[in-house]
């Protein structure tokens, strides 16, 4: 898969702007607060339909513009997938309610087509560093819970909406949990929303299995690469409903990660509809759904060290890099296309040796956008290489060679 020429109207700090994005490596040189992460943040938002950036979408308007009434940002990509060309429009408008108050909504179109998010996902895809991104080893659960789905959302078939459905049913569930639990009523209201939440939720976590079990093998290796032998890390799953037998949560941190990417599916659901109904009364008397991916948790663990609890910076920032050249080989593996990869400020922090692999490995890749504050961070056989953008108060110039 190749991007192949951007458009961006009134994004962030953009009010137009139009490129041909070449194949291989480019380089995005600026200033701080310039463009340089918002040209990123505006591909990945193409690929995922959400900013691991911003709260909110209506953030991503461009501020002038966003002072009036109705105020549109646009974001075209034209991009080649399997030999075949394919538009890639998305309009977030931001507009006054009748009541006054601000909101925002998402317009899709692929090939002239309007489509609901769920349909596009997955067909333009990429892969996203950001150094905020640390928080998906050192935050709270729901930034890997996160990570995971879009990652999943642009590979899996279905995942997007399937992911979308449960986050409903869980609402659903939830609100009535909580009336069940305030007036009383009869309990057995609640075996409509489990039959359908069990559905749910049993294929989500059938494809986070697989997932975290694949991405495992591929990180493992390259993160093997990037410490030269020195680090052995390994992915832990921890599901709140776990379908193996008599999982031993005392010593899972010392053992092995379980493989559970085997499991059938129907096993998953209807183990996970028999644990619902065994903490039906807790739940009720709490007034929310204590099981389900929703309350998973995944921990990245270096020779044995929970990263997240006692990592170093410079190991955390490394565990990322890997996450996500892992995150790229999987989705490759998965889906037949080489997703394009966004790397913002990559080489800091890292020593020499590091960035050395790191600029062979990119040299190879399809298409990948990196940007920085200083060429000289590169090697010069690198930056001879790629094509050179400088961005400066949201405005980009093409270097020539």
């Known amino acids: 898969m190749q991007l192949k020429h951007l458009s961006l109207t009134q994004f962030r700090n953009f009010a137009r702007l139009d490129v041909e994005v070449p194949p291989g490596p480019t380089l995005i040189v600026g200033s701080n607060a310039q463009g340089k992460t918002s040209l990123l943040e505006a591909v990945y938002f193409l690929a995922t339909l959400t900013s691991f950036h911003a709260e909110t979408d209506r953030q991503l308007v461009n501020f002038t513009e966003s002072l009036k009434p109705l105020a549109v940002a646009r974001l075209q990509a ?7 060309q394919h538009q890639l429009e998305v309009r977030i408008i931001r507009e006054q309610a009748r009541n006054g108050s601000d909101r925002s909504r998402k317009e899709v179109l692929l090939d002239g087509a309007k489509k609901k998010g769920s349909e596009v996902a997955g067909q333009f895809s990429a892969v996203l560093f950001l150094p905020q991104m640390l928080q998906i080893v050192e935050g709270s659960p729901r930034f890997r819970r996160r990570y995971l789905d879009l990652a999943l959302s642009q590979t899996v078939p279905g995942y997007a909406e399937q992911l979308s459905d449960y986050e409903a049913i869980l609402s659903q569930r939830n609100a009535l949990l909580k009336q069940l639990g305030e007036q009383g009523g009869d309990p057995g209201q609640l075996d409509f929303w489990d039959q359908r939440f069990s559905l749910r939720a049993s294929q989500l976590l059938e494809a986070r299995f697989r997932a975290v079990q694949e991405l495992d093998a591929l990180s493992g290796r390259l993160h093997h690469e990037l410490t030269r032998g020195n680090e052995v890390l390994k992915l832990l799953y921890q599901p709140s409903y776990d379908p193996l037998p008599n999982p031993d949560k005392q010593r899972i941190l010392l053992a092995e990660p379980a493989d559970r990417s085997s499991i059938e599916r129907a096993k998953i659901e209807s183990g996970f509809a028999e644990a619902l109904r065994a903490a ?83 040299g190879a890749e ?15 056989e690198f930056v001879e290489r790629a094509a050179r953008w400088q961005i400066e108060a949201g405005r980009l110039t093409e270097q020539a060679k």
Do not use: C
Request: hydrophobic share 35%.
């Open 280 to 362: 039906r009364r807790e739940e009720i008397a709490r007034g929310v759904t204590s099981l389900g991916p929703h309350r998973d948790e995944l921990r990245f663990l270096s020779n044995g060290i929970d990263l997240g609890s006692y990592g170093s910076r410079g190991q955390v920032r490394t565990v990322l890099l890997t996450l996500k050249l892992a995150e790229l080989d999987w989705m490759h593996a998965r889906s037949g296309r080489r997703p394009l990869l966004l790397l913002d400020e990559v080489l800091a922090e890292l020593d020499e040796p590091r960035r050395a692999d790191l600029q062979d490995r990119l």
């Open 78 to 84: 034209l991009y080649e997938n399997h030999g075949r």
């Open 366 to 380: 399809q298409q990948v956008l990196v940007t920085t504050t200083d060429f000289n961070l590169f090697k010069p």
